[in-house]
């Protein structure tokens, strides 16, 4: 029926109400979940040099943050008997979430 489950959430309360269809299905249907957040990219002026602020120090942050995040949401997710990944991306979301679909879908 299902190859995966992929679970986009920003953090909102909103996105967090499909959390307990998301556990049944993935439950019901011994489906692999993934668990995506995409933060947007770190914004040139923050990373300048002369701040001693650099890009991918600051992109990195706010990827453990977001995994962060993403994990404690599989943890209030139980046992659901499927695996349950957690993955956080830089980029636009709705570019970023279309691109990780088509990666993702198995080919026929």
Do not use: W
């Not at 668990?35 to 001693?52: K, M, N, S």
């Not at 979301?93 to 679909?101: A, G, M, V, Y």
């Amino acid at each position: 029926m299902f190859t995966r489950i992929l679970v986009p959430l920003d953090g909102s309360p909103l996105a967090e109400q499909t959390l307990p269809y998301v556990r049944i299905l993935g439950a019901a249907a011994n489906t692999p979940i993934s668990l995506i957040r995409i933060f947007d990219p770190v914004p040139p002026d923050l990373a300048e040099p002369a701040h001693g602020l650099y890009e991918t120090q600051i992109a990195a942050s706010l990827r453990d943050v977001a995994v962060d995040y993403l994990n404690s949401i599989k943890s209030g997710l139980g046992e659901t008997g499927s695996d349950i990944s957690c993955e956080a991306f830089e980029g636009r979301p709705t570019t970023s979430s279309e691109k990780l679909r088509r990666r993702r879908t198995p080919l026929s």
